[in-house]
């Protein structure tokens, strides 16, 4: 080395170091340092639908291969229908279990299995929403959950995108994978939507605010006056009433002015009376009228038979009539025929040269021609 070169500055915590020729790039130091470490075993369960069972069976041999890679041990209980996760003697990573109980759930929420592996990873969280108890009308739990989806899976493409996340909804459930900050915006998107907020704002607010962070002048300033200010529109009836009534009144000025008659007014309202109608009279009561009530009951018997008797001789003929009345149809006005058609297009022309100008016998007659040639 030169003189005129400067001697490498030397760290005052690194000056009396030497080089180990044993310590190499490929040594996890975590992992021997944490080897044996544990005191207690710890365990997480979760139980799983029965439409999952099939899908478990098939996928459980890759479960475990990519658990014992970090000294988890896993176990699939197909009698009680859980699945647990619990630390062994070569687990080195006191973490880890959180993340094995992360991916039993994710397994279980219906993710498929090379997604939620990737839980495993320390960049990758997950999240699971339970939507099923926000609304308690199920037409409109659906639509809504619905609306998340969008059409044919628009929206919820347009939410990854713009949060770096994989979103799976799932019955009464929302699962999303991701990192932790993107996991907070999806949360508020899903939270919103089921309180009937349409998903579309927030995505509209997500994309300018990924167009504001590239700018570094705005770093340091607030960005509340670019983010759109979405407010609720519901109106109270007596406000909706007042709209109403504005509308209707400037329609009746308008049409003053163009010199149409006004709109018709609404019927003149009854007069409000606080007495209730007056009762009306019981079968009893009717009886009492007449006077039936005070008959015998052999007497009764005996005009129940005279009604019985003088509706039987009326004549079978009559009451068929009356029967057949219903089944009558409709008289019907015949279309005209081609012939009648004709006849009544010839009526019309020599009404309508019985009106013209008197023209010279040539064209009278060329004009006549044309029209009996069109007639026929």
């Known amino acids: 080395m030169s003189d005129n070169e400067a001697a490498p500055a030397v760290n005052k915590n690194k000056a009396h170091r030497k080089d180990k020729p044993w310590d190499t790039d490929d040594i996890d130091h975590v992992r021997l340092a944490n080897a044996g470490a544990f005191t207690e075993e710890s365990s997480f369960a979760t139980l799983f639908p029965k439409y999952r069972e099939k899908y478990l069976r098939e996928v459980w041999s890759a479960v475990t291969r990519a658990l014992d890679a970090h000294g988890i041990a896993c176990t699939l209980d197909l009698v009680h229908g859980s699945m647990s996760v619990r630390t062994t003697r070569k687990t080195y990573d006191p973490y880890i279990i959180l993340k094995a109980r992360d991916l039993i759930k994710l397994l279980a929420r219906g993710v498929a299995v ?184 052999d007497e009764k018997q005996a005009r129940e038979s005279e009604k019985k008797k003088q509706k039987a001789s009326q004549s079978p003929f009559v009451l068929l009539q009356e029967r057949a009345e219903a089944f009558v149809a409709p008289v019907e006005t015949a279309a005209p025929t081609v012939e009648e058609k004709r006849h009544k297009k010839r009526k019309a022309l020599e009404r309508g040269l019985d009106g013209e100008e008197q023209l010279s016998p040539e064209k009278t007659k060329k004009k006549k021609k044309k029209r009996s040639e069109e007639v026929s």
């Not at 770093?219 to 007596?238: C, G, I, M, N, V």
Request: charged share 30%.
């Open 114 to 297: 090379t997604q939620a592996v990737k839980i495993l990873d320390d960049s990758v969280a997950c999240d699971i929403i339970k939507i099923g108890t926000l609304v308690r009308n199920k037409d409109r739990f659906v639509k809504r959950r619905q609306r998340i989806i969008g059409p044919d899976g628009s929206t919820l493409k347009a939410i990854e995108l713009l949060t770096q996340c994989y979103v799976l909804v799932q019955g009464s459930t929302v699962s999303v994978m991701g990192p932790y900050k993107s996991l907070k915006e999806v949360r508020r998107i899903i939270l919103d939507c089921m309180k009937n907020i349409h998903p579309i704002y927030r995505i509209k607010e997500l994309m300018i605010r990924r167009e504001l962070a590239k700018d570094p002048k705005l770093a340091a300033e607030s960005w509340d006056r670019f983010l759109p200010q979405f407010r609720k529109r519901h109106l109270k009836t007596s406000e909706k009433t007042a709209r109403k009534n504005e509308a209707i009144e400037q329609k009746t000025e308008a049409r003053k002015a163009a010199g149409l008659e006004p709109l018709p007014s609404k019927p003149a309202k009854k007069v409000y009376t606080p007495f209730p109608p007056a009762q009306l009279p019981r079968k009893v009561d009717l009886q009492l009228e007449s006077g039936e009530y005070f008959l015998k009951a």
